[in-house]
Structure formats: C-alpha cells, structure tokens
C-alpha cells in the first residue's frame, strides 16, 4: 500500500528553482497496476525516484507499507530498496559481462539470500517473464532488447517487492517487443498480485494499466480507472 | 554482501580487462621486486665487509702511529706514514700488558714484484711468526714466516693465493720458486689461504716477509705501520686497549691522551663503523626503490579512477537495487588491495629470483631479508588500501539518480 500526502520536489534554490513536482497526492493499493503518465518535464522520473526510495522529497510524506519512507537517511533508502522496490529501467541496465542467471540474481547478493536458494528464485522469476531456458546461460549482451527487458523485470522480481516500478520500459523498444513486454507486467500482476508503476507519456502504453495517474508539470490533473472493455480490447 | 559474493565480484571485474589488469599489476611488481632486490644487494654488501672484517679476527686491536682520530678535527697527520711505533713498543705491550695472546708487529709498504717474468705491483708486508695467529692467517702449502727465518732475515717470502694465480699460473706448485722484489731475490715458502675477501686491502694479494728482513732491505728504518694485538677475551677488548695507551703514552713521554703521536683501533668500532656506511646505502637503495613503489600505487589508482568512472551506470544500478555505501566502498577497495596483492606476490618472488641470481652467478653478493619481504608485503597491501581509497570512496557516494543517467 503506497500513501503519497502532499509530495513537493523542488530542485535547485534560489533564482533557478525548478518545482518538479507540486503538492500531489495519492493512495495506491496493493496489487494495483497503475500508469503514471505525462508529457515530457512533468515531473514522472522524478516521482518514481521517491516511489523507489531513491530520492526523499523536498515536503510532504511517503507511506510504503506503513512505513514514512520520506524520512529515512541514504542507508535507510538502501534497505527499502533492497527488500520491497523492484526496478525496470528504460535501458535495461543490465551488467554485460555477466550471463542472464547472473543479474537476475543479483539483487539477492545484497540481500544475503543463502547461495543454495539464489538459483531457484532466479529460475522461478525467468519463468515468470517467459524467457526460454536456452537463453539463461547467455551473456546479457547476447540477447535482443525485449529478451533484455524481460531478464530486467525477472531481475526486479526475485527479491519479491511491494512495488515493481518501471520507467518507460519500452521506451527503447519497438511496438511489438514492448506489446510483448508491457503484457508480461500485465500477467505478473493478474496472476502473481504485485503491486506495478509504470511511467510512460504514451496513451497506448497507460492502456495496458487498470489505473491511470496524469501530471503536468508537477501537479495531478487527472486520476482514472481505465474501462475495462479497452483493457480487454488491447489483450486480444 | 556475503564474502564469497565479494571474490566472485573482483573476479569478474579483474578479469574482464586482462591488459589494463596486467599492466597496472605489472607497475607493482616490479616496484616491489626492486624494493626487494635493491635491499638485498645492500644487506649483502654489508653482509660481504663484514665478514672480510671478522675474517681478520674479531679479538684484534690495531694500533697505528699518528694522531688519535677527531671527528671534526682539522686536517689529520697522515695516519699510518707517522714514525712513531717500533719494535720495542711492541715487545713493551707482549710483556706489560695483561690478557693478550700475541702482539704482531709489521711495516708494510708497495713494492715491484717480478716473477716468471710477470711484473706487478704489490703491497709487501714484513710480519713476525705471530701474525698469522693475531690476523687468522692460514696456510695453503709450505709453511707461515718463522721466528728463526726473522731472527735470521732470511730473503723468504709467503703469498696470497691472487699474487699466485696472477703471476705463475693458477694452483701452480710454488713452494720454493724464486720471486725478485724491488731488485732483491726471494724464496717462497708458504701460500696462504684464500679469505675470499675482495677489493681493496684483500689479505689474498699480499706478499709476506719476516720483519727484520723487511727494515733491513724495504724500509731501512726501525719503525713500524701497525701493532696487531690479539686479546684473549672479547670483554677484555676495553681494559686492554686502556692499559696499551697508557704503557705507550709513558714510553713516548706524552702526558696527554690528546697529544699521542699513535691511535688504537678496534675491530668492533671498524665493523660498527662501515655497517653504518652500508645501512645508510641499503637505506638509499631501498628508498629508490620505494618511489618506483609509489608510481605503481598511482598506476593503481589512477586504474580504479577510470574503473569507477566507466562502471558509473552499473554503480549506479547496484544501489537501485539494494547496495548501501558500504558495499560498493568494499567491492572497490578489495578490488584495488587484490591487484596490489597480486603484484605482492609476483613481485616478492620476482624480487628473490633476481637477487638469487646476482649471486649466484657472482655478479653481486646479495642477501634477501625476510624483514624486506614483510615490508614490501606490508607496503602492497597499504597501497592498495592508500591508493584504492579515493576511487572507493567516490564510487560509493556517487548519488544513484545521476549514476543511472550517466552517459
Ligand atoms: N537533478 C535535477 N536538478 C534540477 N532539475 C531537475 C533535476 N531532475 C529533474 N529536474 C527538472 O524537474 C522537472 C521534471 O523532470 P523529470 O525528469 O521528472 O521529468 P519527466 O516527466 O521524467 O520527463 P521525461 O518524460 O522527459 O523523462 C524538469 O523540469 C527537469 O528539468
Ligand atoms: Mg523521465
């Protein structure tokens, strides 16, 4: 559950302030599937930066399962990143020189999940994402984009979040790849129940989501539920 | 992070760029291998004067005519060439003295030497029977001067091993062949034994006489260049060498120790005296060696400066997903202490190969010293730990939003 009350994220100080985000507010329940979308500079990268824990903002307070998430000290944010956020980005960033296995159990290196489990987890989570198993020994610079992607959202599942965030992640991919891609979310969340924020500026890529949250330079201007026919419609 | 999580990760890291690796690793070696080399060579100069020193015996006192040596002092009266001493000095301490073995007076000056139609120049010394015993000489073949050939001034001479080799050939039968010396011919009696000492003053390249034949033909005076005394006891050295300056500052009618026309010596203060030479040296080579050490340390950082900047996204995604400060400062503070590690290994075993073969192919005498070794090892260990810290540091606070921007 995500409590977001009366979030501002000014950067800068003085003449060249920017107020990238001003005054939102909103409440996410578990096993949502929310789209946050917006054109470009309205402040969704920085959002998911607070969602994630990666950043605190300037006022206002962040519940992530009960707990104030605005407060805490950098390694403090660590922690609750390692244990309830999943990340997907846009350029995948996975490590290069390290097979499809290896980064998806990465995350469980700084969990100190014991060896004899890391593979099981990571097997579970590439299934997940439908990754065939010939793929898994590869070397992530080895494998297409979408094939990528998907290894990245594996990545972001096996510390099993609270919250999977992905900021255009089909951002570098075409639209069939991110169809692919953006539908794997979509099973993850009906079948597994995890809680999925999406940023994208794109309508077509909201429509996947139940729920879509627009800003526009920095404030909330619109929060819907997205009808179920046109969820529907974009499955077939 | 557990451990082993960590040794996977600087395996992964050190070898995916092999060359850059090895070049920065090679910087270490071979600034610790001349850390380890150059103190080697140093301990086994000192190691090598030393020895040439005790060979002459440890229990010796050696006094010589010429003012008492003052540091500081003005210009010192050609210590050595001073007529001061005689025979009669030297029968005064065997006599008066107290606690010595044997006292062994000798004149010595150069002289040409013909042999086999070989020339050379050479330092003669007339000695006594005693010599051999007050300076540990031993013989090879024939036999040492004795005290009748010296009561007699018999024209005999005993040689060094070198004067041997260089003028009749070596390990040639020399025991009675003639040698001419300053025009005057001699019979050889004796070779001594190698000391294996080298360079200047070697006991190997010196021609013995008796020395009454020696003041009779070569100096044409009574006087002497040195007095051997041999002590029976080594904590007797002081008393000795006290009651010698006191018996020759009477005979000599001096009142004052400042004012006496000899000095004694012994052979502690000598060894004392060059093992301070040589450590300074050994200091210097190792401090030399040292800067190469440092350079290979900025190699280092300047390699984990570059790492870090290029690894800036993966950095930046590590803490994304969970990594604190303190895992990223450790994963590239091991990572440098590794290559520093490394470059500790090879170069310490590099280090001792060398100096092994130095010596044993008699280029130079060297002695490698687990002292040394421990120190480079130390010093390894800390610039990897110096010099990785920076980079460490920078990495770990890198801020993760611009990290995961980062072009
Ligand atoms: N570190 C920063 N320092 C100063 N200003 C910033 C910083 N990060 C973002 N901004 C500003 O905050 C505003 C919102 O930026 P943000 O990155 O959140 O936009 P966005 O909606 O993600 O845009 P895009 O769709 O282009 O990614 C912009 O005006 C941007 O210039
Ligand atoms: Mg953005």
Known sequence: MIVCKSISKVYGSGDNQTVALDNVSFVIKEGEFVAIMGPSGSGKSTLMHILGALDNPTSGSYYLDGHDVSILSEDELSVIRKEKIGFV???????????????????????????????????????????????????????????????????????????????????????????????????????????????????????????????????????????????????? | MLMSDLVAEIH??????????????????????SVIVMIAIGNGSQKAIQESIQSIGSNLLTIQPGKQRSFGGGPQQGMGSAESLTRDDATAIAQGVGGITAVAPTASGNQQIIAEGNNAQSSVTGVTAAYAQVNNITIDVGSFISD??????????????????????????????????GGLSFTIVGVTKSKGGTGFGSSDEVVYMPLSTYQQYFSGSEYLSSISVSVTEQDQMTQAEEDIEALLLKRHKISSVDDADFNIRNQADIIEMTSSITGTLTMLLGAVAGISLVVGGIGIMNMMLTTVTERTREIGLRKAIGANQKDIRQQFLFESATLTFMGGVIGITLGIFIAFVLDHFAITTTQVSGFSVILSFSVSAAIGIIFGYYPARRAARLNPIQALRYE
Do not use: C
């Open chain 2, 12 to 33: 992964m890291a050190i070898t995916s760029n092999k060359v850059r690796t090895g070049l920065t690793v090679l910087g270490i070696v071979i600034g610790i291998a």
């Open chain 2, 148 to 181: 009748v050939q010296e009561s007699k001034r018999s024209k005999v001479v005993v040689i060094g091993p070198d004067i041997r080799d260089d003028l009749y050939g070596e390990n040639v039968d020399v025991v009675g062949q003639k040698m001419r010396i």
């Open chain 1, 89 to 236: 980005f846009q350029a995948f960033n996975l490590l290069p020189r390290a097979t499809v296995l290896r980064n998806v159990m990465l995350p469980l290196i700084y969990g100190e999940v014991p060896k004899d489990q890391r593979k099981k987890i990571a097997e579970e989570a590439l299934r997940a994402v439908q990754l065939t198993e010939d793929r898994w020994d590869h070397y992530s610079n080895e494998i297409s984009g979408g094939q990528m992607q998907r290894v990245a959202i594996a990545r972001a599942l096996v510390n099993d979040p609270s919250l999977i965030l992905a900021d255009e992640p089909t951002g570098n991919l075409d639209t069939k790849t991110g169809d692919f891609v953006l539908d794997t979310f979509r099973r993850l969340n009906r079948e597994k129940g995890h809680t999925i924020v999406l940023i994208t500026h794109e309508d077509e890529v909201a429509a996947f989501a139940d729920r879509t949250i627009v800003i526009r330079d920095g404030h909330l201007v619109e929060d819907r539920q997205n009808r179920k026919e046109e969820v529907k419609k974009v499955i077939q």
